[in-house]
């Protein structure tokens, strides 16, 4: 399991290795995709850190046990974002148990997407206060967009056990958040039906 007090910044270093940095306060987008649900209100976390507000929801508990991050997406499900710049690789130095996909949009330094075997849902929105909950196919998901200067990056991040989650990160130079929000959606539905029924 990811360490919840670096695993940002590792992932900030994750997408750095496309040319892509950011850092990790911005504003939520909803995903025109899922059902949307109010966004959580959270008070701010105990000097134990201890997860605040209300249980994720959870339509169909799932393990991560054994699950390849690189195998959560796959050329097909990326086809409308871009080709493969290179093949998928593994990034478990910057974030455990992840996967860097480097995309050909057409811009000089392409699209990166990066999955995650990730740490606790809670964890993530406690820390991101200005993100929005959403459900995808009944699964709470924690989306986050922000801009740190060129570059846009929105992340979301889905409930899948009471322990773990999984992350879908992107990150695109001159990206609009609107656009990259629905072009993560299809993402998101993908790589959830990847990971098996506990």
């Known amino acids: 399991m990811t360490r919840p007090s670096r695993a940002l910044p590792f992932l900030l270093a994750a997408l750095a290795l496309a040319g892509c940095s950011y850092s990790v306060n911005g504003s939520a987008l909803p995903d025109p995709s899922a059902t949307t649900t109010a966004a959580v209100k959270t008070s701010t976390p105990s000097a ?8 994720p929801k959870i339509a169909k508990p799932r393990t991560v046990t054994g699950v390849d991050p690189c195998k959560m997406l796959d050329a097909a499900d ?24 480097v995309l050909d949009d057409g811009s000089a330094n392409g699209r990166t997407v990066l999955t995650a075997l990730y740490q606790r849902y809670e964890q993530v929105r406690d820390r991101q206060k200005g993100g929005q ?6 699964h709470s998901t924690w989306l986050f967009c922000q801009l740190n200067g060129p570059e846009e990056v929105c992340t979301a991040t889905i409930a899948v056990n009471a322990n773990r989650s ?33």
Do not use: H, N, Y
């Open 48 to 55: 134990s850190s201890a997860p605040t507000g209300p249980a």
């Open 78 to 101: 990326l086809k409308a974002i871009g080709a493969f710049k290179r093949e998928p690789r593994r990034q478990d130095d910057a974030v455990q148990e992840s996967c860097q996909f």
């Open 133 to 138: 909950e959403q459900l995808v196919d009944g």
């Open 166 to 198: 999984i992350l879908v990160a992107m990150t695109q130079t001159g990206g609009r958040p609107e656009q990259m929000v629905a072009a993560m959606a299809p993402l998101l539905k993908a790589a959830l039906a990847r990971i098996p029924v506990a």
